[in-house]
């Protein structure tokens, strides 16, 4: 690959982002744990925008129902695994970029492990009850996480830190007994999920970049249908 695709890669980028902000965003790791509708379009924004180092995290292979909105899902890939088909992106999008992927499943025995060494975890899962295991590690890692969910053509984001309530204030203390979300009941529409993928990275390149506001605290929600958007003060 020459030289010039390396050196003009972000020039469009550069009214946004300083050169500074770039190689802040090259030295990042960001672990994105679910590779489904919100977690393709997270790893295809971040891998865009320059974060070095992506941890891929999914058990799952692609169904043909993920055709639907899953950005890497392809019907050649129906029965691939979706890290590895994430991973292939990646390296095509940016082949500076260095990935990590893992076709396994999340639980506490591996979580911590998978996180520890992140700057940021992106939450693109569709288990409740996962969601607070992630917390949980995340706590103890010290590691802040934005959160994503959808349902139909709803959705909505929040970023938690170590020291936040976090998912509490969302699910309450008996979300932990839930195993999945909404989704599975009221479906999931393409343009949906990448709204709030694009949701996720701009929180996500906030925290890596320490610049804006945060939705710390705060639930972003939206629903397409009524173009209706709204920011919930969690505390």
């Keep these: 690959m020459t030289s010039s695709v390396f050196n003009h890669r972000y020039d ?29 379009g997270v790893c295809e ?13 999914d058990k799952d292979r692609f169904e043909s129902s993920n055709l ?23 390296q095509a999008i940016n082949s500076r970029i260095k990935v990590t992927a893992k076709v396994e499943i999340l639980d506490e ?20 009850s996962l969601r607070f295991k992630v917390q949980d590690a995340a706590r103890v890692a010290g590691v802040p996480i934005v959160s994503g969910a959808i349902a139909g053509v709803a959705g909505q984001v929040t970023t938690i830190f170590p020291q936040d ?30 709204m709030v993928a694009a949701m996720q990275s701009s929180e996500c390149i906030k925290i890596l970049l320490n610049r804006g506001s945060l939705l710390r605290n705060q639930l972003w929600i939206t629903q397409l249908w009524t173009n209706s958007f709204e920011i919930m003060d969690l505390i």
């Excluded at 924004?45 to 995290?57: E, F, K, N, S, Y």
């Excluded at 639907?68 to 990646?90: D, I, M, T, W, Y």
């Excluded at 025995?109 to 409740?128: G, Q, T």
């Design 165 to 194: 309530r976090g998912y509490e204030l969302i699910y309450g203390e008996n979300g932990r007994d839930q195993s999945e979300g909404v989704e599975t009941q009221t479906g999931n529409i393409s343009y949906c999920a990448l």
């Design 109 to 128: 025995s591996n979580l911590y492990e998978r996180i520890k060494d992140a700057d940021v975890v992106m939450d693109c899962l569709d288990s409740i």
């Design 68 to 90: 639907n909105r899953q950005l890497f899902c392809q019907e050649h890939l129906v029965g691939h695994p979706k890290a590895l088909a994430a991973q292939s992106r990646v």
């Design 45 to 57: 924004m971040l891998a865009r925008t320059g974060v070095g180092h992506l941890v891929l995290v």
């Design 12 to 40: 469009r980028n550069r009214d946004t982002l300083s050169l500074e902000n770039q190689d802040t965003l090259a030295a990042a790791t960001v672990a994105i744990l679910g590779l489904g509708g919100l977690g393709c």
